[in-house]
C-alpha cells in the first residue's frame, strides 16, 4: 500500500454536515447545562452518536492505492564480483550466502521473495560487476567479476528507465565498489535503492592497503614521500611488516610496527632519475613469532604499485646578478647534478665598458667583451656606456644574446628567476612589467637575493617588481650593527623545504652551527599574506625578516634578505678544512675528485647545497608547463579504463586548440600504441582519449604536441611529456574484505531507500514501500454501508438513554 485514509464520497454535503452536527453539539449541551456536571459522560454519548450521524452525511469513503500488477517495474541487481568469494562466517563465503539467497527466492514453496515480488511487479534480474549485464534467471551466478562498477551501473539504470515506472532496485551486495570516484550526484533523480547485506566477514584475518598517497617535496634527502594508510581486521596482537621495493621487487625500505585496526606508514626516496618512477608497497601481517600469517581472508590486497610522476625536462632558472659574485658560484654548483634544475646565468661583470680599445683577435674590430652577442647590432657593440655581460649555461648561442629577454616569448621560456644584487634601473620598464606577467600570468617563480642593490637600496619601491615581491619596501629601516645569526619562524619549522633535518633536535643543532651573517638588507615586514620563513637576530632582541615568500597571481615570489648567503658555504668549507687537519690518523673522506671538462661532477652535499636546492625546488614547483599530461581513471569506461588529458599551450601561455597532440602508450608487456588526441568540448587547449588498460602492471604514456607555425617564422620543436600509471584491477576489486556499509546507506539515503538485512528481505517485499510507483490502482469503499457505524451511532444514543432514565430524567 501507498496511499491509504479517508476521503469525503460527497464532498458537496461538507458544508451542511458541518452545521448540522455543530447544531446538535449545541442543541445536547444546551439541554444539559444544568445538569452538565452529573451528566457529563451522558451528554458526550448524545454528542458522539450525533456526530457520527453528521459524518454519514458526507459518504465518507476508505480509499488505498497499490501497486498496478505487472505495470511497474521491479529491478533486481546482484554484485556477481569476485570480492565475494573471501570467507564469511561458518566457513561460507558472501558468494554463497548471496546464491543461497538468491535460490530462496526464486522458489515457488513456499513462496520466495522473487516469486512474491513478481505477483506485484514486473522483475527485471541484472548481474554488476565491470558492466551491467539483463539476464533471465540468475541460476548459478559465477562470482568471476573483476571489478565492482556499482556507481556506473545504477547510473545507468536511471538512465534506462528514466521516465518508465521503476518503482526500486533491490542492490545485493558488499558495497566494495570500484567506481568510487564517479560522484554520487549523478545519480539524483533514481528510483529507491535498497541494498541487501548479503553478511558479515568472518573471523579470518586480514590486511590491507586501503590508499597510497604520493607527495613531491623540495626536502632534499627525500624529495618523494609516500603515505600508505592501511586496515586491520580480525589480527589483533599482531605486527606489520611494510615494504617499499622498486619496480623489480628489490626492497628499498622495511617498517615494522604494531598491528591496529588503522594503521598508517610513511616512506620517503630519494630516486635517482627523471621521469615517471614505480614504486610497489608490499604489506604482510607477522605473528607474535615474527612468522608470516598466511591464513588471511586475501592476500590480493597486500601489495599496491604505484607511479610518480618526476617530468622529463629539467626545471629552468634564470639567474640575474650585477656582479660576479660567490653566490652564483655556490648556487650552481648546488644544482648542476640535480636531473630536475638547470640554472642559466647572466652576470653583469661591467657597468660599462673601460674606455680603452682592445682587439681580441685579428680582424675583429669590435670590442671582444662583447663577444657572443648579437653580432648584427653593431651600433651598441661599439658604445662606451653598455653594460658587459656574460652568458653562462646556455643552451645555444641564441639564448640570452640580446641580454635580458625583452619579450614573452623568450621570458616566459624559463621557470623561475632569480634577481641578485641588480638595481631596478638595469631592467626598462617593460622588462619589469614583463616580470611581473612572468609571475602573475604565466605562473613562474621570482626570487630576489640581498646585496647592495636589491630592495629598497636597488630601488624597486613603487616598480613591478617591487609590487610582487612578499616585504614592504616603503619604509627605510636601519641596518644591524654586526653580525646577525639565523633562525626559524614557526611556519619555516612546518615546510619540509625550509628546513635540512628530519627532527627537531638535529635541525636546532644545524642552525647552530650556521655562521654570522653580516650584510643584510632590513626591511620593515612582510606584506598581508606573505610568510615569514626565517629571521635574523642579532642577539639583542632585535630581528628582521630573512626569508619571506608568498603566492602571487599564479606564481610565487620570495625574498632572501641576507646579502651573503655564500658565507656559509666557506664556512662549512673552513670547517671541514679544520677538521682534516685535526685527524691523526689516515682521512676516511674521499679526496676531491678533479673534473674534466664536460664530465659530471660529484654532487655537492653540503648544507648551503642542500638547502639551496630545497629553495630552487620550491621555487619552481607547481610552475606550469606548455604541456601537462595527466591521467583520470573512468570505470564507467571498462576495467582499467583511463582519459588521458592534455593541456597545451602556446608559448605565450594561452591555451592552444589548433595542436596535434599524440599519445604513446606502452603497456606492461613492452607493445605501444598510438593514439590521437581529440579537442574537449568544455576546456580550450585540452586534448583527450581514453586507454582501457586491463592489463595489470606500470602503463607509460608519452606525449607529443605539434603546433603549427607562421610560414615565415622558424619552425618550434615539438612539445613532449611523459606519465604514467598503475594498473591493478585486482587490488581494487579485492581492496576491502568487509561490507562498506557507509556506503550503502549514502546511496540509499540520496535515492530515498534504505538498507535491508538479507534475513528481512520475505518480510521486506511483503511490505514493499512503493511511495514512488508510477502506475497503481485505487480501490475504495463506502464507511457509512458498515455495520460497526450504526452499532457505534446505537450505542451512543443507547448509553445516553440509560443513564437518563436511571436519574428518573426523560
Not at 566477514?201 to 613531491?216: E, M, R
Not at 619601491?461 to 650593527?481: A, N
Request: with cysteine.
Amino acid at each position: 500500500m501507498i496511499l491509504a485514509g479517508i476521503v469525503p464520497g460527497d464532498p458537496d454535503w461538507l458544508l451542511p454536515s458541518a452545521i448540522i452536527g455543530l447544531v446538535g453539539i449545541l442543541l445536547a449541551i444546551w439541554l444539559n447545562r444544568r445538569r452538565l456536571t452529573s451528566m457529563a459522560f451522558a451528554t458526550l454519548l448524545r454528542i458522539g452518536g450525533w456526530t457520527v450521524l453528521a459524518l454519514c452525511l458526507v459518504n465518507p469513503m476508505w480509499t488505498s492505492a497499490r501497486p498496478k500488477n505487472g505495470a511497474n517495474v521491479l529491478a533486481v541487481v546482484a554484485d556477481a564480483s569476485r570480492s565475494h568469494l573471501v570467507q564469511a562466517a561458518a566457513q561460507t563465503t558472501r558468494a554463497d550466502q548471496i546464491t543461497a539467497l538468491l535460490d530462496a527466492g526464486a522458489r515457488t514453496e513456499p513462496t520466495g521473495w522473487l516469486t512474491r515480488a513478481e505477483q506485484d511487479f514486473e522483475l527485471r534480474r541484472y548481474l554488476v560487476s565491470d558492466r551491467l549485464t539483463q539476464v533471465d534467471h540468475f541460476g548459478q551466478v559465477p562470482f568471476e567479476g573483476v571489478a565492482s562498477c556499482l556507481v556506473t551501473s545504477l547510473g545507468q539504470l536511471r538512465q534506462r528507465y528514466e521516465g518508465q515506472p521503476l518503482a526500486g532496485i533491490i542492490l545485493i551486495t558488499d558495497g566494495n565498489a570500484t567506481d568510487t570516484e564517479q560522484p554520487l550526484s549523478e545519480l539524483a533523480g533514481l528510483a529507491p535503492v535498497f541494498p541487501v547485506i548479503p553478511g558479515e566477514t568472518g573471523d579470518a584475518p586480514d590486511l590491507q592497503i586501503s590508499s597510497v598517497a604520493v607527495t613531491q617535496t623540495a626536502f632534499d634527502d627525500a624529495p618523494v614521500s609516500l603515505q600508505v594508510q592501511g586496515k586491520v581486521t580480525n589480527a589483533s596482537g599482531s605486527n606489520i611488516r611494510w615494504t617499499l621495493c622498486d619496480p623489480d621487487g628489490g626492497e628499498i625500505q622495511t617498517v615494522v610496527q604494531e598491528a591496529s585496526e588503522n594503521t598508517s606508514v610513511r616512506f620517503q626516496h630519494r630516486p635517482v632519475g627523471a621521469g615517471t618512477v614505480f614504486y610497489q608497497v608490499k604489506a604482510s601481517l607477522l605473528d607474535s613469532d615474527g612468522r608470516e600469517v598466511t591464513n588471511e581472508a586475501t592476500m590480493v590486497n597486500n601489495t599496491r604499485l604505484v607511479a610518480v610522476d618526476r617530468g622529463i625536462h629539467p626545471r629552468r632558472i634564470l639567474y640575474v646578478s650585477g656582479r660576479p659574485n660567490w653566490e652564483f658560484k655556490f648556487l650552481r654548483r648546488a644544482v648542476e647534478t640535480d636531473p630536475q634544475l638547470e640554472m642559466i646565468g647572466l652576470l653583469r661583470i661591467a657597468r660599462k665598458e673601460a674606455k680603452f680599445d682592445f682587439r681580441g683577435r685579428e680582424g675583429e674590430r669590435s670590442n671582444s667583451l662583447f663577444r657572443g652577442f648579437d653580432p648584427n647590432e653593431q651600433q651598441i657593440v661599439e658604445e662606451y656606456d653598455e653594460p658587459v655581460m656574460v652568458r653562462i649555461g646556455t643552451r645555444d648561442d641564441d639564448e640570452l644574446r640580446g641580454g635580458f629577454p625583452e619579450d614573452a616569448e623568450e621570458l616566459f621560456r624559463y621557470d623561475a628567476i632569480i634577481l641578485d644584487d641588480i638595481e631596478s634601473d638595469f631592467f626598462l620598464a617593460d622588462q619589469l612589467q614583463l616580470i611581473y606577467e612572468f609571475v602573475s600570468r604565466r605562473g613562474g617563480g621570482l626570487l630576489m637575493m640581498g646585496g647592495q642593490e636589491s630592495f629598497r637600496q636597488g630601488e624597486y619601491d613603487r616598480t613591478p617588481v617591487g609590487e610582487l615581491l612578499p616585504i614592504d619596501l616603503s619604509r627605510s629601516i636601519p641596518s644591524p650593527g654586526g653580525p646577525t645569526r639565523m633562525t626559524l619562524t614557526r611556519d619555516g619549522w612546518l615546510q619540509p623545504w625550509v628546513r635540512l633535518r628530519n627532527n627537531e633536535p638535529d635541525e636546532e643543532q644545524r642552525i647552530a652551527s650556521m655562521p654570522g651573517f653580516v650584510t643584510l638588507n632590513p626591511v620593515d615586514g612582510a606584506k598581508p599574506g606573505a610568510v615569514v620563513m626565517a629571521s635574523v637576530d642579532d642577539g639583542q632582541g632585535n630581528s628582521w625578516p630573512a626569508l619571506v615568500v608568498h603566492r602571487f597571481g599564479k606564481g610565487r615570489a620570495g625574498a632572501l634578505c641576507i646579502g651573503d648567503f655564500w658565507r656559509w658555504r666557506l664556512h662549512e668549507g673552513r670547517e671541514k678544512l679544520r677538521e682534516a687537519a685535526m685527524q691523526t690518523g689516515p682521512s676516511t673522506d674521499q679526496a676531491p675528485r678533479i673534473v674534466a671538462p664536460g664530465e659530471k661532477p660529484d654532487e655537492d652535499l653540503s648544507d648551503h647545497a642542500r638547502a639551496s636546492r630545497q629553495m630552487m625546488r620550491w621555487l619552481v614547483a607547481d610552475v606550469p608547463r606548455r604541456l601537462n599530461v595527466m591521467v583520470r581513471p573512468d570505470a564507467s569506461l571498462g576495467v582499467g579504463s583511463v582519459r588521458l588529458l592534455a593541456h597545451v599551450m602556446g608559448s605565450d601561455f594561452e591555451p592552444r586548440e589548433d595542436a596535434d597532440v599524440r599519445f604513446v602508450v606502452t603497456g606492461p608487456n613492452g607493445k605501444s600504441l598510438e593514439v590521437s588526441g581529440k579537442p574537449t568540448d568544455d576546456t580550450p587547449g585540452a586534448f583527450e582519449a581514453v586507454v582501457a588498460a586491463a592489463d595489470a602492471g606500470a602503463w607509460q604514456v608519452a606525449t607529443t604536441a605539434v603546433l603549427p607555425t607562421d610560414p615565415d617564422a622558424p619552425e618550434e620543436e615539438p612539445l613532449k611529456a611523459t606519465t604514467g600509471w598503475a594498473s591493478q584491477p585486482d587490488q581494487d576489486e579485492m581492496k576491502s574484505t568487509v561490507v562498506n556499509r557507509s556506503f550503502l546507506d549514502q546511496i540509499a539515503e540520496l535515492s530515498g531507500g534504505r538498507v535491508v538485512e538479507a534475513d528481512e528481505l520475505d518480510d521486506f517485499i511483503s511490505d514493499f514501500p512503493t511511495e514512488k510507483v508510477a502506475v497503481v490502482e485505487i480501490h475504495s469503499w463506502q464507511i457509512w454501508h458498515q455495520w460497526w457505524v450504526y452499532l457505534t451511532a446505537v450505542i451512543c444514543f443507547a448509553g445516553d438513554w440509560t443513564l437518563r432514565r436511571r436519574r428518573g430524567l426523560p
